[in-house]
C-alpha cells in the first residue's frame, strides 16, 4: 500500500505558514510556527512541504457519495437521481453545475488541502499548490543537508507541480494567467489570462526542467525510502506531461480557436508543436521500454475457464497464474490483497504513472463500486445512482478482434463498417478483447453466486424489454460497465464488503496513456510511419503494441492514411481509456462536442432469437434480431460549450481576468 505519500505531512504544514496568505493560519499558536530556515533545512523537512501538494490531489472516483468524471458522449446516468449529476447537466449545456454540484473532482465544497478526507480536495487546489511551489523554489538556497540527488527530486518536484497545476487548470478552461513567481499577496493583481499556446510553453519548460532533475527510477536514485516510492513523480511523468501540454497546443482547438468547430478543422493540428511533443513523449516511451523507471505496460492475461458454464476467464477479471502484479485489471482495482493500491507496486513495476494519494482502506470502494450495477431488487445496493456505457459509444469504441472498427463515421452518422466483419445478427462476437473486459451484455451471467432468490437476475437480461431494461434502476442502454468496477460488486457476491478488500483507483495517467499520446502527436507530425528521434516506435507501432497487449488485430491497411489513420488513433484511445475520465476533453480538444455523432447518446435495441442457453453456452455468440439504435439525448451545444466557465468570484477579482466567450 503506498501510504507513503503522507510520512511528511505534519512537518510540511508547520511550513504552510510561509505558503499562504490565508488568514486561517494566522489563528495559531506563536510556538507552532517553524522558521524557513528549519522548514527547508534537509530533503526530509523540505520533501514534508512538497508532500502537501501530493495531497491536494483529488480522487477523481471517490471525489463524493456519487461521484462523476465521464461527460463525453461515451455514459449517461439513470433518470431520477442521476438526472442532478454533472453528467446529466453536461448534457444540457448546464456547464456551470462544475462548481454548483460537489459529484466531482473539480470542485469541493470545503476545500482543506492538509485534510486526508477524500471529500476535502478538487482541482480548486491549483493556486495553492502553485503558490507552494513557488515558495519552495525560491528557497531552495536554504536546502543546506542534502545530497545532490535529493537536492535535484525537490527541486523537480517543484517545477512538476508547478506546470501540472497550471495544466490541470488550462484543459478545462483554456489559457490562464501563469503564476512563475511568487506573488506578494498585499499587492494588486493585474496578471492577464494568456492564450494556451502560451501557457503550454510555460508548462512544457517546467515540465522539462523537472524532467531534467528528477530520478527515473527514485529507489535506483537512493532518494527517500526505498520500495515507498511508487507514487512519485519521476523523469518518465514529467516527459510524458510536457508531451501531453504540447499536443493540446498542437490540437485543432488550441491551434485555430474553438470559434471554427468540426468539420475538416478537426483535423487541423500544429505541425511543429505536434513533434515536439512526439520527441517529450518518445523519451518517456524509450526510458520505459529500456527498464529505466519502475513503470511497465500490464499484462492482460485471463484464465480460459473450461467448467460446465464454459465462461471465459476475460469475464469475471479471472487472472491468469502467468500474469504480472500489473495486470490490466489491476491497473482498476484490486481485490484480496489487503487493500492494496491498484496500479501495481514500486518493487515490481507498475502502470500507473500518476495518482492521488492512497485513502484508506475501504476509503474508495465506499461507495464508489455501488454505482455501476442493477437497482432493481437492490441486486446492487445503496445510492441509486448507475453509470452507463451509451450503445453508441460501445459500438464506437470497441471494434473487432481482426482490429477493423465494427462501426464508422460517415457524413455524421455511426454506420456499421461492412468490411469489419461485424454481424448485427450476432453483436457480441469476435469483438475486440476489451469489450469483453469492460463491458456488461446480453446474457452476461452478472450474479456468479446461486441466491435463493431473484434467481432470473442471474444472466442479464439486457435486450429491448428485458427484466433489468429500466430507466430508472436498471439499464437504459442495453449495457452496463465493469472495468473500473467488478460485476461482482453486489449483494449476492458481495464484491464490495469489506472482507474481499476492494480498492479502487482512477489513475491520472498511465503508460497506455503515453502510447496513445504519443501515436496521436506522430500522427499529426507526419502520419502513421513518422517516428520521433527519441524513440523507435513510429506512430502506428505505438498502437499496435497496445493491441498486441490485449490480442487484438493490428490497424489495418486501409487505415493507415490521410484521416483515416487520424481516425483509428483517435478510436484506439476511445477503446483503451474508455471511462476514465478523458473522453470530454478529446472531443473538446478536437473540436467534435458541436458535431454529430459526438452529441448524440443512444441505447441499444435488439431481440432474442430463439431459446439460447447461457447457463451452457457463451452469450458472445447468442443471435439477436432487429439491431437498432434510438437516440436518448442529443446535446446542443454551441461555440461556448469548448472551454468551461470560470466561477463569477473569480472573474470579477480583477479587471484583466476575464470570462470565458458566451459565460
Known amino acids: 500500500m503506498n501510504k507513503s505519500i503522507f510520512k511528511y505531512i505534519a512537518i510540511g504544514t508547520m511550513g504552510v505558514a510561509t505558503a499562504t496568505s490565508c488568514t486561517d493560519y494566522l489563528d495559531k499558536e506563536p510556538e507552532s510556527d517553524v522558521s524557513k530556515e528549519t522548514a527547508f533545512l534537509n530533503f526530509n523537512n523540505f520533501q514534508g512541504f512538497v508532500e502537501e501538494i501530493y495531497n491536494c ?292 513495476g507498475f502502470e500507473t504513472m500518476l495518482q492521488n494519494p492512497y485513502i484508506g482502506n475501504n476509503g474508495s470502494n465506499w461507495n464508489f463500486a455501488k454505482l455501476w450495477g442493477t437497482k432493481i431488487s437492490s441486486i446492487v445496493e445503496h445510492d441509486a445512482v448507475i453509470h452507463q456505457p451509451t450503445a453508441n459509444y460501445v459500438n464506437y469504441a470497441y471494434g473487432m478482434a481482426n482490429g477493423e472498427p465494427a462501426y464508422i463515421v460517415k457524413n455524421g452518422e455511426l454506420v456499421i463498417n461492412e468490411a469489419s466483419g461485424f454481424d448485427p445478427s450476432h453483436p457480441f462476437k469476435d469483438r475486440d478483447p476489451r469489450f469483453y473486459h469492460d463491458i456488461v451484455f446480453d446474457g452476461f451471467r452478472y450474479i456468479n453466486g446461486d441466491p435463493d432468490k431473484d434467481k432470473k437476475f442471474q444472466y442479464c437480461e439486457m435486450f429491448t424489454g428485458g427484466n433489468i431494461r429500466d430507466n430508472a434502476n436498471g439499464s437504459r442502454t442495453g449495457y452496463y460497465c465493469q472495468k473500473l468496477v467488478p460485476h461482482q460488486a453486489n449483494k449476492y457476491d458481495g464484491a464490495y464488503n469489506w472482507g474481499d478488500a476492494l480498492q479502487c483507483n482512477l489513475p491520472y495517467m498511465r503508460v497506455a496513456d503515453v502510447y496513445l499520446l504519443y501515436a496521436e502527436a506522430c500522427a499529426a507530425a507526419g502520419g502513421a510511419t513518422y517516428k520521433a528521434s527519441s524513440c523507435a516506435l513510429s506512430s502506428v507501432d505505438a498502437i499496435n503494441k497496445l493491441r498486441d497487449r490485449v490480442g487484438a488485430g493490428h490497424v489495418a491497411d486501409a487505415y493507415l492514411s490521410g484521416n483515416a489513420y487520424m481516425d483509428e488513433v483517435r478510436r484506439e484511445r476511445a477503446c483503451e481509456l474508455a471511462f476514465e475520465g478523458h473522453r470530454w476533453n478529446d472531443l473538446q480538444r478536437w473540436l467534435l462536442l458541436t458535431e454529430k455523432p459526438y452529441t448524440i447518446k443512444t441505447s441499444q435495441e435488439f431481440t432474442r432469437v430463439g431459446n439460447y442457453d447461457f447457463v451452457k453456452n457463451d452469450p458472445a455468440e447468442a443471435e439477436v434480431t432487429g439491431w437498432s439504435e434510438k437516440v436518448i439525448v442529443e446535446r446542443n451545444y454551441t461555440a461556448k460549450h469548448y472551454l468551461l466557465p470560470f466561477k463569477n468570484s473569480d472573474v470579477t477579482i480583477y479587471d484583466t481576468f476575464l470570462q470565458n466567450p458566451g459565460w
Open 57 to 348: 490531489i483529488p480522487t477523481k472516483e471517490s471525489n463524493m457519495w456519487c461521484t462523476t468524471f465521464n461527460w463525453g458522449e461515451d455514459e449517461i446516468m439513470n433518470t431520477g437521481l442521476g438526472d442532478s449529476h454533472v453528467t446529466a447537466q453536461f448534457d444540457l449545456g448546464n456547464y456551470r453545475n462544475w462548481y454548483q454540484n460537489n459529484q466531482s473532482y473539480l470542485h469541493a465544497d470545503n476545500p482543506d488541502p492538509t485534510s486526508k478526507d477524500k471529500y476535502a480536495h478538487s482541482i480548486e487546489h491549483a493556486w495553492y499548490c502553485i503558490r507552494k511551489a513557488n515558495i519552495g523554489l525560491n528557497n531552495m538556497d536554504l536546502l543546506l543537508d542534502a545530497t545532490k540527488n535529493e537536492r535535484n527530486a525537490i527541486e523537480g518536484q517543484l517545477y512538476f507541480f508547478r506546470a501540472w497545476w497550471h495544466e490541470e487548470q488550462m484543459i478545462w478552461m483554456g489559457g490562464i494567467p501563469y503564476i512563475d513567481q511568487e506573488l506578494d499577496p498585499n499587492e494588486s493583481y493585474t496578471l492577464p489570462r494568456l492564450s494556451f499556446a502560451e501557457c503550454a510553453d510555460k508548462a512544457y519548460d517546467d515540465f522539462k526542467k523537472a524532467a531534467d532533475l528528477l530520478p527515473a527510477n527514485w529507489d535506483a536514485a537512493n532518494i527517500g525510502e526505498k520500495g515507498m516510492n511508487g507514487a512519485r513523480i519521476s523523469k518518465a511523468t514529467a516527459l510524458a506531461y510536457a508531451g501531453k501540454v504540447m499536443l493540446w497546443a498542437a490540437s485543432p482547438l488550441n491551434n485555430i480557436g474553438q470559434g471554427e468547430t468540426g468539420g475538416k478543422n478537426t483535423y487541423n493540428y500544429n505541425t511543429e508543436r505536434a513533434k515536439k511533443a512526439a520527441e517529450a513523449l518518445g523519451q518517456a516511451i524509450t526510458l520505459i521500454e529500456q527498464g529505466s523507471t519502475p513503470f511497465v505496460l500490464g499484462d492482460f492475461a485471463y484464465e480460459e475457464v473450461t467448467d460446465w458454464e464454459k465462461e471465459r476467464g476475460i469475464y469475471d477479471h479471472k487472472v491468469a497464474k502467468t500474469a504480472s502484479a500489473t495486470n490490466f485489471t489491476n491497473i482498476f482495482y484490486t481485490t484480496g490483497k489487503n487493500w492494496a493500491q491498484p496500479g501495481g507496486t514500486a518493487s515490481s
